[in-house]
């Protein structure tokens, strides 16, 4: 069998980004506090960058001059010297360009297994019954519910720890960390913990017979078969509504409550990039920018003739070499933030104009259809500059902060001119007026919604019904 090498001449197109343009797209995806950290981030590494001074205003105060330092008036705010933090008069050997970090006073929040832990070491318990109780808090989730059967907690402290234990003897230390606050806590399931919360309460005739369903009869609890529960307790409906209303009164994940933070809600604020007001009718769309005004440093602003004049070294040339570059770098990144700035406020130009009469009202249900297309129609932009420049981002209306991902949605069908929100806030108003002790069925809501003009299948409703989180008809009876 012969072989053959053959030669083919083949002409093909391919699109690459720059290096400049694939940084203009990570640059678009970030948020406003994440580009204020990658221009302190430039800043710092470039020399030819630097924040432009802020225009004074024509005040007479702006050009008074004061002698105290920023320390001195962080002094002024304590009452005596005695009042002054330690960390405030000791002395800062540093140079000035290194970093100084000034500790924060943070509530410390302790975790479960220590405050678990923190409770049994006031008790009589031995050293012995102690490590196994630390052994079994171990084995809990973050909502305080046990990960391992008590039987597979005694092998693993046979094999690992050499504790040849009794299961009464594991049993006992299991019940006493099952009694310690908070209620609820090393369950074995739901059912387990709301019973462990039930128990640790006055036992009055409400808590007995909310015991007693959670006990015997949880799965038609669980399945509101409120009708079939009061006939098997043989209760009336008034006694098992004060049951039921104590049940929805306990906490289903006791754990979950042990190790949050302050800081913790702190991380979690977000921070408009856009804010939209609303006078008269007249909408009003500003972008939000807390960056700084950055400009090129005046060492770096001619082409380094002073190095080409002198007499040629390869010092000379190296030192111009690096000021051109970092005067490139800088005048690159200044455009770059320019660029996206812009793209930014009109890409959210386009939405304020598409999604008018939302912003006037606010009510979701005047949300028109509204997809990537029809943004770049407006805007001239590709689909994924869109896409990059919404994600992550959000507005500050007069009613609300909204992501810019919420002003997104589908039409229902091709031929329909309602949108998915209107839909959504139809069925959230049907659903809301009904009667709680005869819910609608998703039957009866497309019905409903087909008597407004909405024409669409009952499958679409239990979509729509699910996306609002809203549980079937069955689940949402009252006694």
């Known amino acids: 069998m012969k072989e053959s090498l053959k030669l083919a001449l083949a002409q093909k197109m391919q699109q690459r980004l720059s290096p400049l343009q694939m940084r203009f797209?990570?640059?678009?995806?970030?948020?406003?506090?994440?580009?204020?950290?990658?221009?302190?981030?430039?800043?710092?590494?470039?020399?030819?960058?630097e924040i432009a001074d802020r225009p004074t205003s024509a005040d007479g105060d702006d050009g008074a001059t004061y002698s105290e330092s920023a320390e001195q008036l962080q002094m002024a705010d304590y009452r005596d010297e005695d009042d002054i933090p330690s960390y405030r008069l000791e002395a800062r050997n540093h140079s000035v360009n290194d970093r100084y970090f000034e500790p924060v006073a943070v509530a410390e929040s302790a975790s479960l297994i220590d405050d678990l832990m923190a409770q049994l070491a006031e008790t009589d318990m031995s050293e012995t019954d102690l490590a196994v109780a630390?052994?079994?808090?171990?084995?809990?989730?973050?909502?305080?519910?046990m990960t391992r059967t008590l039987i597979q907690i005694q092998d693993d402290l046979a094999f690992n720890a050499g504790l040849d234990l009794s299961m009464e003897q594991l049993?006992?230390?299991?019940?006493r960390i099952r009694a310690l606050d908070p209620p609820g806590i090393a369950a074995l399931d739901l059912r387990d913990c709301l019973a462990l919360q039930l128990?640790?309460?006055q036992p009055t005739e409400p808590v007995k017979l909310a015991l007693e369903i959670v006990t015997h009869y949880f799965d038609l609890f669980s399945l509101r078969h409120f009708d079939k529960l009061s006939s098997a307790l043989g209760v009336t409906k008034e006694q098992l509504q004060e049951a039921v209303e104590l049940i929805r009164t306990l906490d289903p994940k006791p754990g979950s409550r042990m190790g949050e933070t302050e800081a913790d809600d702190r991380s979690r604020h977000i921070i408009p990039d856009f804010n939209v007001e609303v006078d008269?009718?007249?909408?009003?769309?500003?972008?939000?920018?807390?960056?700084?005004?950055?400009?090129?440093?005046?060492?770096?602003?001619?082409?380094?003739?002073?190095?080409?004049?002198?007499?040629?070294t390869r010092r000379s040339s190296d030192a111009a070499a690096f000021i051109n570059r970092k005067r490139e770098e800088a005048t690159d990144f200044i455009e770059l933030l320019r660029v996206r700035q812009e793209t930014l406020y009109k890409v959210m130009a386009a939405i304020v104009k598409l999604q008018h009469d939302f912003f006037i009202s606010e009510d979701e249900?005047?949300?028109?259809?509204?997809?990537?297309?029809?943004?770049?129609?407006?805007?001239?932009y590709d689909l994924s500059v869109i896409s990059r420049a919404t994600a992550g981002k959000y507005v500050a209306t007069p009613g609300g902060v909204y992501p810019l991902k919420f002003f997104f949605n589908e039409r229902v069908s091709q031929d329909e001119d309602s949108s998915s929100r209107e839909i959504l806030a139809a069925i959230r108003e049907i659903i809301a007026a009904e009667d709680p002790h005869q819910p609608l069925s998703d039957d009866a809501l497309m019905k409903l919604l087909n008597d407004r003009g909405y024409d669409i299948a009952?499958?679409?409703?239990?979509?729509y019904r699910e996306r609002l989180n809203i549980p079937v008809a069955r689940l949402r009876k009252e006694i």
């Open 280 to 312: 008269d009718e007249v909408v009003t769309l500003t972008l939000v920018n807390n960056i700084p005004d950055l400009v090129i440093e005046e060492s770096f602003v001619s082409d380094g003739e002073q190095f080409v004049t002198a007499p040629s």
């Open 458 to 463: 009952r499958r679409t409703v239990a979509k």
């Open 199 to 201: 128990r640790s309460l």
């Open 25 to 49: 797209v990570r640059m678009l995806e970030m948020t406003g506090p994440e580009v204020e950290e990658e221009v302190r981030r430039e800043v710092d590494d470039n020399p030819a960058l």
């Open 365 to 380: 249900s005047q949300l028109k259809p509204m997809i990537l297309k029809d943004v770049a129609a407006q805007t001239g």
């Open 134 to 145: 630390r052994y079994i808090i171990g084995n809990l989730d973050g909502n305080g519910y």
């Open 171 to 175: 049993r006992s230390v299991f019940d």
